[in-house]
């Protein structure tokens, strides 16, 4: 009777290992690859699937998702002859289980090693100080040479990046001092145009100050004459007026008259004047001078033009 049980559990168990594997579930975004008695048999995609027991099996699984490769760093000799460190990480998809199960025994090594020796010869290929700023074009060439070896595999390279690119430390000190005299060179340059535009602004300064006060003379200058040519009008103006009303004035009957009396108080009182002054009296040699003067004085106001609508005088 313990015999019978134990034959049954054994049976059970090895029923349930049958039913087990007869049945498979594929997740989504994987590839089951099956055989058939050691064949290719199929692609089993997302799902589930029916196998034979013992005939079929799940000889490969796959991802299709994209594939994220730690490319191990590496020693690069530059064309300067510069050993660098190098490294980096690949990314790829498969695209066809079939070929990525059969076409290579292991797609990600090979995937890695063929982007090491693409990276070996680029970095071959430029200067040192190139390799930091053709980053890009590196990483364009490492796709490109590692996607065409990798095409038999089902395998697709979508895209290289560099991680690091570490030269020696001897290498890393010169490029420290010339980083820094390089720093200390535009540090001296942006000082010595510092002072140079602040000299050029001074001397616009002082420029434009002496144009302002230039001008500011000048148009002083022309304000001045203005002014001075204004006032000499204006007298001009004012003299013309008193003379006219003089004349005038003299061609009314009796006008002469008037004037040779105004003329005669005005000379009364100056000569007065300086004899009040003076302590010493100062008298014409003729008193028929004075009379003399006065004749003559008449003559030119009897010459006069008699005005507009009036008889001349006799």
Known sequence: MGNLLFISAIGFIVLLFFILKTFVVVPNKAAYIKERLGKYNGTLEAGFHFLIP????????????????????????????????????????????????????????AASQL??????????????DVTFKEREKIN???????????????????????????????VLDAMEQQ??????????ILHSEGQRQATINRSEGKRQEAINVSQGNKQKRINEAEGMAREIELVAVS????????????????????VRLRVAQEFIKQ?????????????????????????????????LKPLPGQAPRT
């Open 54 to 109: 013992i005939i079929d099996r799940v000889a490969y699984k796959h991802t299709l998702k994209e594939q994220v490769i730690d490319v191990p760093p590496q020693v690069c000799i530059t064309k300067d002859n510069v050993q660098v460190q190098v490294d980096g990480i690949l990314y790829l998809r498969v695209l066809d289980p079939r070929d990525a199960s059969y076409g290579i025994n292991n797609y990600r090594y």
């Open 115 to 128: 982007a090491q020796t693409s990276m070996r010869s680029e970095i071959g290929k430029m200067l040192l």
């Open 140 to 170: 364009d060439a490492v796709v490109e040479s590692v996607d065409i070896a990798s095409d038999p595999w089902g395998v697709k390279v979508t895209r290289y990046e560099i991680k690091n690119i570490i030269p020696p430390q001897t």
């Open 179 to 188: 980083m820094k005299a390089e720093r200390e060179k535009r540090a001296a």
């Open 239 to 258: 003299t013309a007026g008193a003379l006219r009303l003089v004349a005038e004035q003299i061609q009314k009957p009796g006008g002469n008259d008037a």
């Open 271 to 303: 000569f007065g004047d300086v004899i009040q002054n003076s302590q010493t009296s100062v008298v014409p040699l003729s008193l028929a001078n004075i009379q003399g003067f006065f004749e003559g004085f008449s003559r030119v106001t009897d010459g």
